[in-house]
């Protein structure tokens, strides 16, 4: 297959005559081309492509001969023949000057700067001087209509119907002349009656000859097409008969000599290819050859010019002659004029002959191959030796530094190399004398290669000339397959041939007794096929156990017929015999779209090219700019696969289909395939205008369902099917509702979204809505958000209307699973509800009704400072936050913003949102509220709830932004319902499990949780330090020269594949025993994390640093500092984000429990401070009635935090460092219940008993705790505390201010009242180190 | 024995940015008779096992600098960004040239325990920065990268094992924009996460593939002294590795006959001025500024047609067009028009015989191009380049 590439070049011509064109046509050598104009004939030189040699035929003889027509070349190139209108043949003589004279010689310029620099500019290849003149011109009876040459000889067709001979003299051979009117025609040679044309004015307008075929192809003006024949090349007239080709539209024609076929152009577009049938000597239509519609729409019109392009042109003119690659595609051989040469990919390295002579004396013929041997790999090739004159096969060796003949193997053959080819060790090679010659490699003692010839076989018995034969192959295979053979792959040896088309297999057959040499005989040949051009064989090395039907297979590429596979069919085990019927190969054809080059036998995949057309400007300057054609190659694959499948269903060899499947299920495109096989099958039956007797697509369904990909392929082959085909497809066994409830059943949830739609068309609205329903469910509760959200749009695009209409109404743009599309744009504008319904003014009544439970009410709020913002308005906030942690703004202005009658901060323009949140309040009052709006609703309720309940609050987060809940309301009606919280310590762990949020790390104790083997490991660690010493400064007194810090977090980022060490549990032990804040860890995924919030984590220390900057420190204080700054810059950023975006939700919606819990996980003191002082300030602006529910909150925030402390204590060290910081807060909490408790007494004995209970169970009760627990509640003095913080808060207490809002201000006051207050030793603390602040936040 | 095999997932070529993957292979190999037994095993109840101390990995590039080519001043290694001088695994171990930029070593294993026949498999992964140099060999210098990986056997010193890499980067391209643009939109951090992880990286490739793809054709008419040579019609400026650079030339009303003409793809290795190596104190030759390779070429002898074109491949191998402040590498096509001295005759009365001889001046033309680099994996097919490693210990 030849392919055009690039542009098309335009040839300069001497300007001389007409520019007309008629006739342009190459000499046998395609070394020169005659290009004939109207008057004008230019010789031109093919490489380069210059003009030689031009002549223009001069008015006198124009007006005597009239315009020139046809031109011809004479074999040996040195004549030329030319017709021309006025019924005259003029010879011209064509000559080389002389071998010392060239042409275009270029002499450089004596200045040194205008000479040649790069070498390919001297050319080596000169072109020669030719001389051309007119020897003569002679009359022709009444004009040439066609010319062709036949060795020394010319035929000329003439008007009145003979065709002439002249030799090159310009003498006619008048005894070998014929006359249609007298050579016999009919339709093939068996024919009993041959008629002669009787028509008047019948001649011949085109002919062509072929050696091969023994005869011409002759165009007759009257439409009709012929083929020429005669018993003998000769061509006497008496023995020439015409056989016809059965077409009137013939107009023009073309023969190709190896394959034998003959092509017939004709006038609508198509071109007929014909063999001759060997036995009736009759044309045989082989293929039709037609223009792709879709290049060439509407009719291009008739065939104007035919020609084959000859395989043996690169091979014979180009300097290039062969190209082979080695198995491992690393290492290149090509043979070019003379020679060869040898490229390797991978050093990008030539190797080319030491000796230039060596190269020079021989040509590469016949092929070039890679032989791999024990020792190294050969490069083997078919050669003709000049300077001997003989033929060798000869081997080089490929790692030697140079190419040389000394270490070459040399075998000479009898005649021409016409094809060479491998099979393990053993080289088959065909001559011109027709005998295939098989030869074993070995490998003699001194590492030299030897041939040794051990079968000869004569395939002159084909009666062909020897080019036809176009391939030769070994292969081990057979017309019986056996079934998987134990000891490996078949060595036998048979031979494919391809001859003019035909696929030959000669099976060479052992001797049954004696295993001698000589008693192999190969079989007569079989046809296993025509029209072949390309076969490929399996390679017996590569025989896949696993997938022995495709290994095994034979691959024919039959140009026009497509593509052929001979299959092996394998028997079942266990009833042999049962299938005696079958033979045990199967010939399955099938189209191919590309022009296949390789095929991939385990892969199950074609590899081809096809061809592109673009159009570019050729230049500014030419006439029409964009309409030069580029023309592109693309590499393409194409998946077989499913051909397979469909032909061996269709002729009820499931089974085997089914064998060769399951070899196949790994392949990344075998669903594809499957999808592919049913979609075929489905769009041919469905589209079928006569009613199909056995239709296939039961079978590919029950075929498909074999797989676990079943419920995908048919829900992708429906998806891409018209709608209309769907009840065909659904009809043939398959229940769409069935299968939407296996992909609820096995979990795969966007399938069954992709069902829904079917289910959409093909079932009442009701039935598809409760579909939905129930896949929602699922997908809410298997966190499939985007699904989920889909879904409700689904859902409420449903026309209540529709309701109840069969009718199905679905359009099929929805795409589950794809990414969101905007929002609403699925939504028709009339029950698009959110333009409709306003965003949500929360109405507990209105709560409480759609519930039908009771509510507890938190009491104490005005509604106004209830008002929950709007989805608009919560985005908006939280834009800020991720926005003012970028821009590294202290957080505490943001968190501060009063929630308490105070218009929210100004908005920075939001991004585009959904317009319409899901109303999962469901307070609003729609317009015309349907019950399956409300169930929808009552869905995502239920389902935030639980989420909730559970503690879940990572889900909760994703489903609130999905559904963009105004969840700060409705989370503010939950506070003392879903989102209180009862286990304080398993919300905190269940938080780190759910955001892979790290524990923090414990520096200065021993860990104890910690199995034998992690602290074996933490040892090593340590021990590695020693190796890993020394490095960056960090300023921490103990150790000037501290270690090298690795980076650590929670997520282990290389776990080990297959068992061994597993590094997860290494992450929180890798604490060296230095006390200092050198850390080790295993480095981290959080890389670009870290680079990404630098800053904004450094400004973060620095506030903290500030707010925290005391004189002195204890040395718990300092590793509580060390705990505050730790987190932000080892975790994952996302997940922080997320967490005080969380942070941030519930402590605007008051839900104090959720919100301490949050903060203490991420270690944010300030956070616990505003929660406490907007504890005290609901108590104190609280209206009695809901005094008691307000002490009741606060009650639980101590108690949480004694009970976190304890649990710190006594379960996770690494938050005691932290919750001694914000300890203080208990004493300021217990305060502030006491001055509102009627019975101080009982509350007190409540807190005792807690906190007694939890200091017995563990026995290691920090002494806060106790001092806390013992000190009067009305007695708490600034004292008691040593803590800055609480300090702060003392005095923060001091200057009474009331308002949870001024958080802000009490920070700034804060610090600076930490600042300058020294700080009081309490006198019942045991002595503490004290350290500076500074160095351990600095 | 131990035998520690790395693997590059995918292939030794990555972007910056990109995240590498390597997986390093640890198994137990016996001992052949052949090899000495000077190795300690150890012996647990009888079942032989060996054990590997530690095993860690790192990235590294090396910066090799020519001092004859560069002017290699204190401030260019004080500049450096090796800070990580003193792990046990130097980065510098084993190294000549400057380490310039390494990762944090990460620690694979501690104390690994391999039973006998028994192998283990981990995987290392790593995020290259952006702001690094591309991979590149020049003749100043050379910036190369490498994973280390650090190896110790009880009882034996420390191993390196190197697995070489190639870093492409796709710097000058001014991508960053649309990034930044959808952090801002999306606000809710649980809505984050849906943008892709390797957005930061198909982004590059997407917008390579805009600037490449796009066609904005220019006509180059070529000149000399007498007048035209050539209109070159080129349909862009920016290549792709292993793409084609295809053009149109057409001769049609040219003055000038041009016998023949070549192209060549060359790169231009161009230090600084100010980095400059002054032999003696004197600035070196003209010509001797820029480091010039050629790659492939295009030849034609041209006299022969009205229009032509030309096609040449941009080799995969090569380092596309960078700018440090060490070193720029600059892309060209190097152009040279061979033309007759003067015009051929191409008319006639009744015969016309082509020239025997012909005085030609060649002139060269150079055509700055940018050459940008493609996907990895497309790149780690065509070098043939080791991705795996392998050591016995």
Redesign the interface.
């Known amino acids: 297959m030849y392919y055009p590439v690039?542009?098309?070049?335009?040839?300069?011509l001497?300007?001389?005559g007409s520019p007309v064109i008629h006739h342009v046509v190459c000499n046998r050598d395609k070394i020169l081309v005659a290009v004939l104009s109207s008057d004008t004939l230019t010789i031109?030189y093919n490489k380069?492509?210059?003009?030689?040699?031009?002549?223009?035929?001069?008015a006198k003889s124009l007006e005597e001969h009239g315009e020139n027509q046809e031109v011809e070349w004479k074999p040996d190139s040195s004549a030329i023949a030319v017709t021309t209108s006025k019924g005259y043949l003029s010879f011209y003589e064509l000559s080389f000057v002389s071998d010392q004279?060239?042409?275009?010689?270029?002499?450089?310029?004596t200045?040194p700067g205008?000479?040649?620099?790069?070498a390919?500019?001297y050319?080596k290849d000169s072109?020669p001087?030719f001389t051309l003149k007119l020897s003569q011109t002679i009359p022709i009876d009444t004009g040439a209509t066609g010319l062709v040459c036949i060795r020394d000889e010319l035929m000329v067709a003439t008007k009145y119907g003979h065709v002439l001979r002249y030799y090159w003299n310009g003498t006619l051979n008048r005894d070998y002349c014929l006359d249609l009117r007298r050579v016999p025609f009919c339709v093939d040679q068996l024919a009993a009656r041959a008629v002669p044309i009787t028509e008047p004015n019948t001649f011949i307008t085109q002919i062509d000859y072929s050696p091969l075929l023994g005869g011409f192809a002759v165009v007759l003006n009257d439409g009709r097409g012929a083929f020429l024949t005669a018993t003998t090349l000769k061509f006497d007239p008496n023995q020439v008969q015409g056989i016809w080709a059965p077409l009137d539209d013939v107009t023009c024609t073309a023969i190709n000599h190896r394959y034998r076929l003959v092509a017939f152009g004709r006038r609508n577009t198509h071109t007929d290819v014909y063999t001759i049938d060997e036995t009736t000597g009759g044309l045989q239509l082989s293929h039709t050859l037609q223009l792709s519609s879709k290049d060439f729409p509407g009719s291009p019109g008739p065939v104007q010019l035919l020609k084959w392009s000859p395989d043996a042109y690169m091979a014979g003119n180009w300097p290039l002659r062969f190209a082979t690659l080695d198995a491992k595609c690393?290492n290149l051989a090509v043979a070019g004029r003379t020679g060869f040469a040898l490229y390797s990919?991978?050093t990008?390295r030539w190797k080319l002959f030491g000796n230039e002579s060596q190269e020079r004396d021989f040509v590469v013929a016949g092929g070039l191959l890679w032989l791999s041997t024990k020792v190294q790999p050969h490069v083997v090739m078919g050669c003709y030796n000049i300077g001997a004159d003989r033929d060798e096969i000869r081997l080089y060796p490929r790692d030697n530094a140079r190419l040389d003949n000394a270490f070459c193997t040399v075998q000479q053959v009898t005649g021409q190399i016409l094809l060479l080819n491998l099979m393990g060790d053993t080289l088959l090679v065909y001559t011109s004398d027709c005998h295939i010659s098989l030869f074993e490699t070995e490998t003699s003692g001194n590492g030299q290669l030897q041939l040794s010839r051990t079968q000869e076989i004569d395939v002159s018995t084909l009666g062909l000339h020897p080019a036809c034969l176009v391939a030769a192959t070994l292969t081990s295979l057979s017309h019986a397959t056996e079934p998987q053979q134990p000891h490996g792959p078949s060595r036998q040896q048979n031979i494919l041939l391809n001859v003019c088309g035909r696929v030959l297999l000669i099976q060479r057959n052992e001797g049954s007794d004696d295993s001698e040499e000589g008693s192999a005989y190969y079989s007569a040949p079989t046809v296993l096929a025509s029209s072949v051009e390309i076969l490929w064989v399996p390679n017996p090395d590569r025989l896949c156990p696993r997938k022995p039907h495709l290994t095994q297979a034979l691959w024919l590429c039959c140009g026009a017929h497509g593509m052929r596979v001979w299959l092996p069919l394998y028997p079942r085990e266990g009833d042999k015999g049962h299938h005696a019927f079958m033979s045990k190969r199967i010939m399955l054809p099938f189209q191919l779209h590309i022009y296949p080059l390789s095929v991939l036998f385990e892969e199950a995949i074609l590899i081809g090219v096809e061809t592109d057309t673009l159009l570019?400007?050729?230049?500014?300057?030419?006439e029409n700019p964009w309409l030069?054609p580029?023309c592109v190659l693309e590499r393409n694959s194409q998946v077989y696969l499913h051909h397979i499948f469909r032909q061996l269903i269709r002729r009820n060899l499931g089974f085997h289909a089914w064998e060769i499947a399951r070899g196949c299920t790994a392949l990344p495109y075998f669903s594809h395939s499957l999808e592919l096989l049913l979609h075929e099958v489905l769009e041919e039956e469905a589209t079928s205008k006569e009613p199909i007797p056995d239709a296939l697509l039961p079978s590919v369904l029950e075929f498909i369902q074999e797989f676990p990909v079943y419920l995908k392929t048919v829900v992708q082959c429906a998806r891409k099917t018209e709608v209309a085909l769907w009840p065909y497809l659904f009809g043939a066994g398959a229940n769409p509702r069935q299968l939407f409830q296996r992909c609820l059943d096995s979990k795969q949830l966007d399938l069954a979204a992709s069902y829904l739609i079917i289910l959409q068309n093909m079932e009442p609205v009701s039935i598809s809505r409760q579909y939905a329903t129930v896949l929602l469910d699922a997908a809410l509760e298997n966190c499939s958000w985007?699904l989920a959200k889909e879904l409700v749009r689904f859902l409420r695009a449903i026309d209540p209307s529709d309701a109840d209409s069969a009718t199905p109404s679905f359009s099929s743009s929805w795409k589950p699973g794809s990414?969101?599309s905007p929002a609403g744009s699925l939504l028709p504008a009339k029950i698009s509800l959110g333009s409709q319904t306003p965003p949500v003014s929360p109405n507990p009544e209105d709560f409480n009704f759609l519930l039908g439970s009771t509510v507890h009410r938190p009491g104490s709020r005005a509604a106004g400072s209830m008002k929950s913002p709007s989805s608009d308005a919560s985005?908006g906030i939280?834009?800020e936050i991720?926005r003012s942690m970028s821009e590294t703004i202290p957080m505490s202005k943001n968190y501060s913003s009063p929630p308490t009658g105070k218009e929210p901060p100004p908005r920075k323009k939001?991004?585009?949102v959904n317009s319409h949140p899901i109303t999962i309040t469901a307070d609003h009052d729609p317009p015309d509220p349907s019950l399956e709006e409300l169930f929808m609703d009552l869905i995502l309720q239920r389902h935030v709830r639980r989420l909730l309940s559970a503690g879940r609050l990572r889900d909760l987060?994703?489903l609130?932004?999905?559904f963009e809940c105004p969840l700060v309301s409705w989370l503010s009606r939950e506070r003392m319902r879903a989102a209180r919280v009862d286990d304080f310590v398993s919300a905190i762990r269940r938080l780190h499990a759910d955001f892979t949020w790290p524990f923090p790390v414990v520096s200065t104790l021993p860990v104890r949780k910690f199995s034998n083997r992690s602290i074996?490991?933490e040892e090593?660690?340590q021990a590695?330090e020693?190796?890993?010493?020394?490095?960056?400064a960090m300023t921490t007194p103990v150790s000037s020269d501290p270690p090298?810090q690795?980076?650590h977090n929670g997520e282990v980022?290389?776990?080990?594949?297959?068992?061994?060490?597993l590094l997860q549990t290494?992450e929180a032990q890798l604490k060296p025993h230095v006390p200092s804040q050198e850390e080790w860890s295993?480095?981290?995924?959080g890389?670009?994390i870290s680079?990404a919030g630098e800053d904004r984590l450094n400004d973060l220390d620095s506030l903290q640093e500030s707010s925290w900057g005391v004189h002195s420190i204890t040395t718990e204080a300092a590793s509580a500092a060390s705990a505050l700054c730790d987190p932000p810059l080892k975790a994952n950023a996302?997940a922080e984000?997320?967490l005080r975006?969380l942070l941030q939700l519930f402590t605007e919606a008051d839900c104090l429990d959720w919100a301490l819990v949050l903060a203490l996980v991420l270690r944010d003191a300030m956070a616990v401070l505003r929660l406490v002082s907007m504890a005290r300030s609901a108590l104190t602006s609280c209206q009695p009635p809901n005094q008691a529910a307000t002490i009741e909150i606060v009650t639980r925030l101590r108690d949480a935090l004694l009970a976190l402390s304890h649990w710190a204590e006594t379960d996770c060290q690494g938050y005691r460092p932290f919750m001694n910081v914000i300890y203080g807060q208990v004493g300021i909490l217990t305060k502030l219940i006491l001055p509102h408790t009627n019975g101080p007494l009982s509350l007190l004995l409540e807190a005792n008993s807690t906190s007694e209970s939890a200091s017995q169970g563990s026995g290691t009760k920090s002494r806060h705790t106790s001092v806390t627990l013992l000190t009067p509640l009305d007695r708490v003095t600034e004292e008691d505390m040593d803590i800055p913080v609480f300090k702060a808060n003392g005095k923060v207490d001091k200057l009474n201010l009331p308002s949870e809002g001024a958080a802000l201000q009490l920070t700034q006051q804060l610090e600076q009242s930490t600042k300058k207050e020294p700080v009081i030793q309490q006198p019942d603390e045991p002595p503490i180190t004290q350290q500076g602040s500074g160095c351990i936040i600095s | 024995m131990i035998e520690v095999t790395a693997n590059l997932i995918g292939g030794p070529v990555y972007f910056t940015g990109d995240k590498i993957s390597c997986r390093v292979t640890f198994s137990y190999v016996h001992q052949t008779s052949k090899s000495h037994n000077s190795y300690v095993q150890t012996k647990d109840s009888g079942e032989c096992s060996e054990v590997l101390g530690w095993a860690s990995a790192q990235v590294v590039c090396i910066c090799s600098i020519n001092p004859q080519k560069v002017l290699v001043s204190d401030s260019v290694s004080n500049s450096s960004r090796a800070t990580f001088n003193s792990t046990s695994l130097s980065p510098r171990a084993g190294e000549r040239g400057l380490v310039i930029f390494s990762t944090k070593p990460k620690i694979l294993v501690c104390d690994l325990k391999l039973p006998d026949d028994s192998c283990s498999e981990y995987i290392y992964e790593e995020t290259i920065p952006s702001n690094l140099p591309p991979s590149f060999r020049g003749q100043a210098i050379k910036y190369s990268y490498k994973l280390k990986i650090g190896l110790q056997r009880v009882g034996a010193s420390v191993k390196l094992l190197h697995v070489p890499l190639r870093l492409m980067t796709w710097q000058n391209l001014g991508l960053h924009s649309c990034h930044d643009e959808q952090e801002i939109v999306v606000s809710n951090p649980f809505l984050k996460t849906n943008i892709s992880m390797n957005s930061e990286l198909d982004d590059p490739l997407e917008s390579m593939q805009l600037l490449t793809s796009r066609r904005s054709p220019s006509i180059y008419k070529v000149t000399n002294s007498k007048g035209k040579v050539v209109s070159l019609c080129l349909f862009k400026n920016g290549y792709r590795l292993g793409e084609d650079i295809v053009g149109t030339l057409d001769f049609g009303d040219s003055k000038v006959s041009c016998m023949q003409y070549s192209v060549t793809l060359q790169s231009q290795e161009v230090v600084p001025e100010e980095k400059r190596c002054r032999i003696g104190g004197q600035q070196s030759k003209l010509g001797d500024e820029s480091v010039l390779t050629s790659y492939s070429k295009h030849h034609e002898f041209c006299i022969g047609f009205l229009q032509t074109h030309l096609s040449l491949p941009v080799p995969l191998h090569v380092t596309p067009s960078f700018d440090t402040d060490m070193v720029a590498l600059k892309w060209r096509l190097h152009f040279e028009f061979v033309t007759a001295v003067s015009a051929l005759n191409w008319n006639g009365e009744t015969a016309w015989e082509p020239p025997k001889v012909t005085d030609i001046e060649t002139m060269v033309w150079d055509l700055p191009i940018v050459i940008y680099p493609t996907a990895p994996a497309h790149v780690s097919k065509a070098l043939y380049g080791a991705c795996e490693a392998n050591i016995l210990l």
């Open positions: 690039n542009w098309p070049r335009v040839i300069r001497p300007v001389l031109l380069p492509c210059v003009p030689v040699a031009c002549l223009k035929r001069d004279q060239h042409l275009y010689e270029q002499r450089d310029s200045i205008l000479r040649r620099e790069s390919e500019l050319i072109v001087a690393e990919f991978s990008r570019y400007p050729s230049s500014a300057t030419s030069i580029l985007d990414a969101p985005t939280h834009r991720t939001s991004a585009p987060g994703y609130a932004a999905h074996s490991l090593k660690l590695l020693v190796d890993v010493s020394a490095a960056p090298f690795l980076r980022s290389h776990p080990p594949v297959n068992g061994g060490l290494v295993i480095q981290s995924e890389d670009q680079l996302q984000l997320q975006y």
